[in-house]
């Protein structure tokens, strides 16, 4: 699976870019293909090889395919061979419920991020592969921001005039004393992340179908993907996963104890983690700067909104970095505040939400009585967290 033609550091560090834009995830690939779109030169840097695993459910809700068709490209979870997710069954306690939703798609992010990647470059960014890149503070009375990438062990500086940080959950830009960079701070009670693939669903797993164990000690959900494995991505409680010997032995217990079958080996697969999900940035961008993604807060996700989130901060920060780089104005933050806030942070507040009430056993197994017998109680929460 090939990306397209990458840059070498020392190539990039002899122009002025318009737009520098740090992660290569959803909200770092789309703002730099929309970017790129409309007429910016553009750089896109990541510290990983691609096509490279994530921690994530894997699924795109129908928000997400929404904001993919319209920015052109309605085609890519299908040429990529997305499975179509029909159903959401949730369990706890030995009792399930099944609750049709409207239709996304399972992928992976190895393939749904490489193929943005390329989706960028086609576009005509500058792809810079296996590279970090940390944001320098901003010199006074300049009309750029200048990044330090470090490649091979080797270090180049680069400059921007204006500058997208989408690195993800545990980003971190240290050289900035203005606090521009400050990372996230995650929230007391914040369960961290984990997840695997399986290279192959066992009986009791099949596609079209969204499935999520829940417990006490945090939730585990599964969805088969293009090629045939279960993405497998958990939101769990620190200590129980200390108490349990590691993600994959409180993993198989929550989904023993939801009833759901066992599967063989799971212990043993590598599983990976990430920092604390429930997070929120101190500061959404500054001078010549905008953070989006992952890196401008999140809370625990649940069907797809993270990947929607990402997408849909990409879209809206995109127009405003392009009047950045024709001329900055400190109004374009106010701006990016006011709309991330609106379109992003009001639906993380259902998430939250619901988080919060899948952490109380009892409420979980009530509502899980009630689905069982009413499915279309969930139709509201679904149009507000899943499709709007």
Same mark, same amino acid.
């Given at each position: 699976?090939?990306?397209?033609? &990458?840059?070498?550091?020392?190539?990039?560090?002899?122009?002025?870019?318009?737009?520098?834009?740090?992660?290569?995830?959803?909200?770092?690939?789309?703002?730099?293909?929309?970017?790129?779109?409309?007429?910016? #030169?553009?750089?896109?840097?990541?510290?990983?090889?691609?096509?490279?695993?994530?921690?994530?459910?894997?699924?795109?809700?129908? *928000?997400?395919?929404?904001?993919?068709?319209?920015?052109?490209?309605?085609?890519?979870? !299908?040429?990529?061979g997305s499975v179509p997710l029909t159903r959401f069954r949730v369990a706890?306690?030995?009792?399930?419920?099944?609750?049709? /939703?409207?239709?996304?798609?399972?992928?992976?992010?190895? %393939?749904?991020?490489?193929?943005?990647?390329?989706?960028?470059?086609?576009?005509?960014? %500058?792809?810079?592969?296996? @590279? @970090?890149?940390?944001?320098?503070?901003?010199?006074? %009375?300049?009309? $750029?921001?200048?990044? *330090?990438? $470090?490649?091979?062990?080797?270090?180049?500086?680069?400059?921007?005039?204006? /500058?997208?940080?989408?690195?993800?959950?545990?980003?971190?830009?240290?050289?900035?004393?203005?606090?521009?960079?400050?990372?996230?701070?995650?929230?007391?009670?914040? $369960?961290?992340?984990?997840?695997? +693939?399986?290279?192959?669903?066992?009986?009791?797993?099949?596609?079209?179908?969204? =499935? +999520?164990?829940?417990?006490?000690?945090? =939730?585990?959900? !599964?969805?088969?993907?293009?090629?045939g494995r279960i993405d497998m991505a958990a939101a769990l409680d620190p200590l129980a996963v200390k108490r349990a010997g590691g993600p994959?032995?409180? #993993?198989?217990?929550?989904?023993?104890?939801?009833?759901?079958?066992?599967?063989?080996?799971?212990?043993?697969?590598?599983?990976?983690? &990430?920092?604390?999900?429930? *997070?929120?940035?101190?500061?959404?961008?500054?001078?010549?700067?905008?953070?989006?993604?992952? !890196?401008?807060?999140?809370?625990?996700?649940?069907?797809?909104?993270? +990947?929607?989130?990402?997408?849909?901060?990409?879209?809206?920060?995109?127009?405003?970095?392009?009047?950045?780089?024709?001329?900055?104005?400190?109004?374009?933050?106010? *701006?990016?505040?006011?709309?991330?806030?609106?379109?992003?942070?009001?639906?993380?507040? /259902?998430?939250?939400?619901?988080?919060?009430?899948?952490?109380?056993?009892?409420? @979980?197994?009530?509502?899980?009585?009630?689905?069982?017998?009413?499915?279309? /109680?969930?139709?509201?929460?679904?149009?507000?967290?899943?499709?709007?």
């Open positions: 699976m090939t990306i397209g033609p &990458t840059l070498a550091p020392e190539q990039a560090a002899r122009r002025l870019w318009d737009c520098g834009v740090i992660g290569a995830g959803p909200a770092g690939t789309m703002a730099a293909r929309e970017l790129a779109r409309g007429g910016a #030169s553009v750089l896109l840097i990541d510290r990983a090889a691609f096509p490279r695993y994530k921690v994530c459910g894997g699924c795109l809700n129908p *928000r997400s395919l929404r904001l993919l068709d319209r920015a052109g490209l309605g085609r890519l979870t !299908a040429d990529l706890a306690a030995g009792r399930y419920a099944d609750v049709p /939703v409207p239709t996304g798609s399972g992928v992976s992010r190895e %393939a749904f991020d490489a193929a943005l990647v390329r989706a960028a470059v086609a576009a005509g960014a %500058a792809f810079l592969p296996i @590279t @970090t890149a940390t944001v320098l503070p901003a010199a006074r %009375a300049t009309e $750029r921001r200048t990044l *330090r990438l $470090r490649h091979a062990g080797c270090d180049h500086t680069v400059d921007c005039r204006v /500058v997208l940080v989408a690195s993800g959950l545990g980003g971190k830009l240290d050289d900035s004393p203005d606090r521009d960079d400050a990372a996230p701070a995650w929230q007391p009670g914040s $369960r961290v992340g984990a997840g695997v +693939m399986i290279p192959s669903p066992p009986p009791g797993y099949e596609p079209h179908t969204i =499935y +999520m164990a829940c417990a006490a000690d945090g =939730y585990v959900g !599964a969805v088969v993907i293009e090629d994959g032995d409180l #993993s198989a217990t929550i989904l023993d104890q939801a009833g759901f079958p066992p599967i063989p080996g799971l212990t043993r697969l590598p599983w990976k983690g &990430t920092p604390h999900l429930t *997070r929120r940035s101190p500061r959404l961008g500054g001078e010549r700067l905008f953070v989006l993604g992952d !890196a401008a807060g999140y809370v625990e996700p649940f069907t797809g909104e993270g +990947m929607a989130w990402a997408l849909a901060g990409a879209t809206l920060v995109a127009p405003l970095a392009l009047c950045g780089v024709r001329q900055w104005n400190p109004r374009l933050l106010v *701006r990016w505040r006011a709309a991330y806030r609106e379109t992003v942070t009001r639906r993380q507040i /259902v998430c939250r939400a619901t988080a919060a009430v899948l952490r109380h056993p009892f409420v @979980t197994r009530a509502m899980i009585r009630v689905l069982g017998m009413a499915p279309w /109680v969930a139709r509201p929460v679904l149009r507000v967290m899943y499709c709007n």
